[in-house]
């Protein structure tokens, strides 16, 4: 079966469209230059299930579960739904927890990090720099022999936890709505004010996050698949589709007025420059060691890739941790705990590499 997305006319369509469907998401509600983060989303999320109690940040975000389910149709529909599982699991678990901590550190996920530099904040090319220093890092371990180890294929009734999982935070998100002027329905938790009071309507939220997930799921889109790929094997495949996606956000904040150079006043962002490069350069690092970013993680948990679900539920864990032990930065600074969190977290990366070294 043809896969166009699989083309480089695919994967620069795929990032385009990633694009225009992130701004449009931010246009209509979501909060600036934060139209996708699904490391964002997912503590939005963990917050909505009461994972933790940071009030401006609870809702369970339907773009999270858009991802999935639009992963998990495709994956059906391609007859690539084809469940796995069994390499490494508490490994994943616990470099999620580590993505997700660190990047909270940053205040966004790879995927806003790009939305970012295309709003205009500057502190985000920080970011960059260091998530393309970590991946590299990563990469160097792949050369020596680094490897989780194969996963094994299980029951296809095994790959449909993961979607189901999903619908059941898509009816509580639809069957328990939003009181006004209430922060618990009785069921979920919804932020009354600040990023997790700011969204999308649900529908429109639920139908673009689907198409992304068929789409990324067709195109194998990864944040750092692009910067790996670079440093292995000069292959910039994957990179035109993300700098495709970046393109697209900076035309359309130019043309609505919405882009804004500098380092200072940028929506949701600090300047404190030292940990926004070392919560990337560890973001990029654990992603390299996880065999994907966060957004290309529940694309594959959709697909069937339970090992990738392991990650996506250490990736819940350390968005909550990150409010529950001061980890996560605030617009001003970065939290009482970050400092220590991005060095345990990068600390723990190097542990792992390193024993996971298969000599030949």
């Given at each position: ?130 998530f393309a220093f970590g991946i590299f890092i990563g990469t160097r371990f792949f050369k020596h022999g680094y490897t989780l180890g194969k996963s094994m294929p299980i029951s296809k009734k095994a790959g449909f936890v993961f979607p189901l999982l999903m619908l ?193």
């Amino acid at each position: 079966m043809y896969n166009f997305f699989s083309s480089s006319k695919g994967i620069v369509l795929t990032g385009l469209l990633i694009g225009i469907g992130a701004f449009l998401l931010q246009f209509l509600g979501n909060p600036a230059n934060m139209g996708i983060c699904v490391v964002c989303f997912t503590r939005d999320t963990a917050g909505g299930i009461g994972l933790h109690r940071a009030e401006i940040v609870q809702y369970i975000r339907p773009e999270i579960i858009g991802f999935v389910l639009g992963s998990f149709a495709s994956a059906l529909a391609a007859k690539e739904f084809q469940p796995q599982s069994g390499s490494s699991p508490l490994i994943r678990f616990v470099l999620g927890i580590i993505t997700g901590t660190s990047a909270l550190v940053f205040l966004g996920c790879p995927w806003r990090m790009v939305l970012r530099i295309a709003g205009g904040d500057l502190n985000a090319v920080v970011g960059v720099l260091g998530f393309a220093f970590g991946i590299f890092i990563g990469t160097r371990f792949f050369k020596h022999g680094y490897t989780l180890g194969k996963s094994m294929p299980i029951s296809k009734k095994a790959g449909f936890v993961f979607p189901l999982l999903m619908l059941g935070l898509l009816f509580l998100l639809i069957f328990s709505p939003e009181k006004e002027g209430s922060v618990h329905n009785g069921l979920i938790w919804y932020s009354q004010s600040g990023p997790g009071s700011m969204h999308a309507p649900l529908l429109i939220s639920l139908g673009i996050a689907f198409i992304v997930g068929i789409i990324a799921q067709r195109s194998r889109f990864c944040t750092m698949g692009a910067f790996r790929d670079i440093f292995l094997f000069k292959e910039l495949h994957l990179f035109s589709g993300l700098f495709a996606l970046f393109a697209a956000v900076l035309v359309l904040n130019v043309i609505y007025g919405r882009f804004n150079p500098g380092f200072s006043g940028q929506p949701i962002a600090h300047t404190d420059h030292v940990w926004n490069f070392l919560s990337m350069l560890t973001v990029g690092f654990a992603a390299a060691l996880a065999g994907g970013c966060p957004g290309r993680q529940f694309f594959s948990g959709g697909e069937g890739n339970n090992d990738s679900v392991i990650y996506c539920i250490g990736l819940f864990v350390g968005t909550a941790f990150a409010h529950n032990f001061g980890i996560a930065s605030s617009a001003q600074a970065i939290g009482p705990n970050s400092a220590f969190a991005v060095l345990l977290g990068l600390a723990v990366c190097f542990i792992i590499a390193f024993a996971h070294i298969k000599r030949k």
